[in-house]
């Protein structure tokens, strides 16, 4: 029997990262790699859920570790520190990504696909396409959902005329008003009032490490920044004690308004100068109100690791 190829992105899944495993799968399996399996590094969360429910599927198994020598394909991600444990003694045999390329390295040749669009999915809608293979509506779904996400309806400055134009041909495959379903499933994501405040910071969390510091950056959405800022006094506790826990520099917590493309950030930490260099602006009450700043991909993490 063949060995299983798993298939996974990142730590703190958000909705790229679990339609991309579950649709690449399904185009390795079209491919003839029947031995592919879509798994998960965390717990799904209420924007995803939105998701599979509307599809009626279910997640993909939760895996905390794998074994050495493990076939895995890394989508949505590419640095060890963001991936499954065991991740350095895995038999990498692919890489779909739309992010920077952080601490990565293998013994092996691969295949790594590294494109700079606003989403995983849209790099697999292409691969369906130049190889001409026929795109479900279930799978449609998945990757229109995954653009949905990561774009923030089309709005984020991370997306490209790529991730656009792959909407717009998922869509009609998909046979959905994507405008309409999009806000559906992005207000789905932001109904935060039964997270603790320790689930709230590791909604989204990213760790990263820039000469010798440490940092993480958190996000979540939201229609009404002031409703999650109710909670600064104990989101600030738990942010210190992942501080003290994990020996980070700086952790930066950002609340994006969905709706008006807005975010305000908690910054804590020894390196919180950073932030203030970064975006020209002081922090009052450890926060600070970013007009325009929605992506922390595009926006949040360049300025404050240039800065670093």
Known sequence: MEETILIFGHKNPDTDTICSSIVKERLNKKNGYDNSKAVRLGNINK???YVLNYLGIEAPELIEKIEEGQKVIMVDHNDFGQSVDGIENAKIIGVIDHHCIGNFKTSDPLYYTARPYGCTATILFKDFKEKEIEISKEEALLMASAIISDTLLLKSPTTTKHDVKALEELEKIAGINTKEYGLEMLKAGTDLDDFTEEELINIDAKKFEKNGNEFKIAQVNTVDISD?????????????????????????????DILNSNSEIIALGSKTNVV?????????????????????????????DKNM
């Open 47 to 49: 924007e995803t859920k």
């Open 228 to 256: 999650v800022l109710k909670r600064q006094e104990k989101i600030e506790k738990v942010m210190t004690d992942e501080i003290n826990k994990n020996g980070l520099n700086l952790f930066v917590f950002a609340i994006t």
């Open 276 to 304: 203030e260099k970064a975006f020209v602006k002081k922090l009052e009450n450890n926060r600070m109100f970013l007009e325009g700043v929605v992506s922390r991909k595009k926006q949040l993490l360049p300025n404050i």
